[in-house]
């Protein structure tokens, strides 16, 4: 996931797919884990090097037109950017890098703001009064009317 909340886990997807019509043999996955981030469980069998912070896996061959799916789940241990490197080698490619981003935060970071239509009211007639009630990117809007009705709509 791109952003996480501590404590929560995060399921993380290595694609590894062959576009080619022959087979791409001898592929080897490494995969370096920060210290932020807990493996949980693990789709396919792995060696790990604990020292090193590293999942790997060895696949014989994937067939052209196919792929080969890793896939893991991880609890976010620590704030901050996390970063999962993965490099990937074959005997028949060079090798390819990617990584994994997740953003994990500590808190909600919730905002609030509150605004009214500008105009006077007289006493005795009705205002309407826009209160938004912000947690990261969803916003949940409450339109009081006359303080005595609420309507909540969500959009992102």
Not at 109 to 124: C, N, T, Y
């Amino acid at each position: 996931p791109g952003q996480n909340y501590i404590g929560r886990e995060g399921v993380y997807t290595i694609q590894l797919q062959n576009t080619s019509e022959m087979s791409i043999t001898k592929i080897g996955v490494e995969l370096s884990v920060p210290n932020g981030l807990q493996i949980d469980t693990i789709s396919q069998q792995a060696k790990i090097n604990k020292a090193a912070g590293t999942l790997s896996w060895q696949f014989e061959s994937i067939p052209g037109n196919q792929q080969q799916v890793i896939q893991f789940r991880a609890k976010a241990i620590a704030v901050g950017s996390q970063i999962c490197r993965v490099n990937v080698r074959t005997s028949e490619t060079a090798s390819k890098q990617m990584s994994l981003q997740t953003q994990v935060l500590g808190r909600a970071d919730l905002s609030i703001r509150v605004s009214d239509s500008g105009a006077p009211v007289g006493i005795g007639s009705k205002s309407d009064f826009n209160i938004e009630v912000g947690v990261t990117s969803i916003w949940i809007v409450w339109i009081a009317r006359d303080l005595r009705e609420l309507n909540v709509n969500s959009y992102c």
